[in-house]
């Protein structure tokens, strides 16, 4: 059986070898050896490693930077990795996040002599490829310990839904002894320290994203739309938002000059590497590494908010009632008030981009909501808002309309004469006392009960796809023992 390190010369040298033909070495790549070789060195010492705010506006991505920094782990130390790369999305409505809000946590377990040598593999990445001063606030931690401290991964719980400081998750560093290393302001203490702290031991996806090489970053990804429909209907419903066939858009490139080539997110590992292989794509890459992710889970909108102390930036789900009639404004946005059990009431906004707007604008006074929503500061034109991510209706409220009484003669609609007046036939001119009431008549509802999520070109990272309702993965679908069990990382 091959060591790592000795897998990946040969792969090297294979790839020197098979230049001309780089596609086909990547298609055929077996890296289940690599696999069963680690299982053997989980006596060594534990090092979770978390990596935030490495990203910044002009391209360069945490992701990536995971992926540099796992390729040299593999080239040049023997440790072995207990679990995939995770990629961790946090609260999606801090207002100061870059793009994706992504941070990653790598797990590892190691000799001493290697643990050093990757600490320091990734300052130096970490230093070199992220751009402080133009967005990018770095923060990386390092735990050794084998186990968690509950503080941890309740401090990332709270990452997932709230607004956290940064002393805060220095505090907690140093309590629990953790090393971390901050560039800039070092904001991406709070991310790393929660990426860490994210087990993911519950409902859980995975991304296998591909990298270009530096020569093609800027330049206009080609992908065979043709393909990728077929494979997002082949591999239906274990992977998603591959491609919107709403809008006949491709979801699984990015546009800006960033190295991701492009990602595939599904329910395993498996599935996202033989997706990204059966797209033939023709340019060059880097590689491509398999994360495990909270990607696809509403993680974020799993606390419950509670009205009114909820924070502006907090997101969370709550039950509700409609206590206005929506109304659609301009821009194509549907607003209405709430109002939760206490009966505090606040406005929430539907915006036209989810493609959500209209059905919502059916809602009435009365329904019963279930809304996961972030929650949008107060402005000096409008108090807090709840910006809905999803709804689902639990109970619809009966509608009625009131229509003047029909003539007993020839069964005509009546006129009203005017308040308290009584009622006029148009054709027979019968007249009827004021003592006759209008009619109230129950009318057909056009929405029905049931979740209305975003049109998949608006889903964030974390939006749950209407079909993982339903594949969420428990804790009895994850063993901490079954980690890493198929092709994982690629070189090219
Ligand atoms: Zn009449």
């Known amino acids: 059986m091959l060591r790592i390190r000795e897998f990946i010369t040969l792969l090297m040298i294979n790839n020197m070898i098979l230049r001309s033909e780089m596609i086909s070495t ?38 990536h930077l995971a992926f540099k920094v796992t390729e040299q782990i593999l080239r040049k130390t023997n440790a072995c990795f207990i679990d995939y790369p995770f990629l961790i999305r946090l609260n999606p409505n801090v207002p100061w996040k870059t793009r994706g809000n992504a941070a990653v946590c790598v797990r590892l377990k190691s000799d001493i ?12 990445y970490v230093e070199s490829e992220a751009v402080v001063g133009s967005g990018s606030n770095p923060g990386v931690v390092f735990f050794r310990e084998p186990q968690l401290p509950e503080t941890i991964t309740e401090f990332s719980r709270n990452a997932m839904c709230n607004i956290l400081s940064r002393r805060d998750a220095i505090r907690l560093a140093e309590k629990y002894n953790i090393e971390y290393f901050l560039l800039g302001n070092g904001r991406g203490i709070i991310g790393s320290l929660a990426a860490i702290g994210c087990l993911l031991d519950g409902d859980h ?40 066939f709403t809008n006949r858009r491709v979801l699984i490139a990015p546009h800006g000059p960033d190295p991701v080539f492009c990602g595939i997110r599904g329910e395993n590992a498996r599935i996202v590497v033989s997706s990204l292989q059966s797209l033939n794509i023709e340019e060059k890459l880097e590689g491509c590494m398999v994360f495990r992710s909270n990607q696809g889970t509403n993680m974020h909108l799993r606390n419950e908010i509670k009205l009114p102390e909820a924070k502006s930036f907090t997101s969370g789900h709550i039950r509700c009632m409609v206590s206005t009639r929506p109304q659609i404004v301009q821009g194509g946005h549907t607003l209405f008030s709430i109002e939760n059990r206490e009966g505090f009431r606040i406005p929430a906004a539907v915006y036209e981009p989810t493609g959500l707007a209209k059905t919502a604008s059916l809602l009435a006074e009365g329904d019963i909501l279930e809304l996961g929503c972030g929650i949008r500061r107060a402005s000096s034109k409008h108090p807090k808002i709840l910006n809905v991510e999803y709804f689902t209706v639990l109970e619809l409220a009966k509608v009625f309309e009131l229509h003047n009484p029909l003539c007993r003669t020839c069964s ?27 009619a109230s008549i129950q009318i057909p509802r056009e ?42 990382f690629f070189l090219n």
Not at 115 to 124: E, P, T
Not at 214 to 237: A, H, Q, W
Not at 419 to 434: I, N, T, V
Request: charged share 30%.
């Open 205 to 244: 996806t995975f991304e296998a994203i591909a990298y270009r090489r530096p020569e093609n970053f800027g330049t206009s990804r080609i992908l065979d739309s043709d393909r990728i429909i077929e494979c997002s209907k082949s591999t239906y419903p274990y992977t998603f938002n591959n491609f919107d």
């Open 26 to 63: 990547y298609k055929t790549t077996d890296f289940s050896k690599v696999v069963h070789h680690q299982s053997d060195h989980r006596d060594g010492e534990s090092l979770h490693i978390g990596i935030d705010d490495t990203d910044n506006r002009s391209g360069r991505c945490t992701t």
């Open 447 to 488: 929405i029905s009960t049931g979740l209305y999520i975003p049109t998949p070109k608006a889903h964030r990272h974390l939006t749950k796809p209407m079909h993982r309702f339903g594949l969420e993965k428990g804790l009895t679908d994850y063993s901490k023992d079954s980690a890493i069990h198929s092709n994982w």
């Open 113 to 124: 002599k290697d643990q050093q040598r990757i600490i320091d593999i990734v300052k130096y």
């Open 412 to 438: 005509k609609s009546m006129k009203s004469e005017g308040k308290g007046k009584g009622f006029q036939c148009k054709k027979c001119k019968l007249k009827e006392s004021s003592s006759l009431q209008k």
